[in-house]
Nanobody
Framework: QVQLVESGGGLVQPGGSLRLSCAASGTILSANAMGWYRQAPGKQRELVATATSNGRTNYGDSVKGRFTISRDNAKNTVYLQMNNLKPEDTAVYYC???????????????WGQGTPVTVSS
């Protein structure tokens, strides 16, 4: 079984920074892609950033130049450094991973429970 656990969310003022972490654990064979999505109240879930195991990254247009995704493959952990935060960044941030379980040899799209980020003065 594989699970994802996020941490690092909280309340921050506009212009501030936060760093989110997501640790994958369990019977992991490989994690070819991991990333972050977010959902604000009354809105659709949207892409924030994704990263492959070899370092290729992709960002949503609204966060380019402000957020940076990174991975520690040895720890099966993905990070999201968020700088120059804006009120419109307020959302629940969810970790996502395309992860293969070594017991079943099957790949699934796993989701964490989410960590809330509130940007307000």
């Amino acid at each position: 079984q594989v699970q994802l656990v996020e941490s690092g969310g909280g309340l921050v003022q506009p212009g501030g920074s936060l760093r989110l972490s997501c640790a994958a654990s369990g019977t992991i064979l490989s994690a070819n892609a991991m990333g972050w999505y977010r959902q604000a109240p009354g809105k659709q879930r949207e892409l924030v950033a994704t990263a492959t195991s070899n370092g290729r990254t992709n960002y949503g247009d609204s966060v380019k130049g402000r957020f940076t995704i990174s991975r520690d493959n040895a720890k099966n952990t993905v990070y999201l450094q968020m700088n120059n935060l804006k009120p419109e960044d307020t959302a629940v941030y969810y970790c996502n991973g395309e992860i293969s379980d070594f017991r079943t040899k099957l790949q699934y799209n796993y989701w964490g429970q989410g960590t809330p980020v509130t940007v307000s003065s």
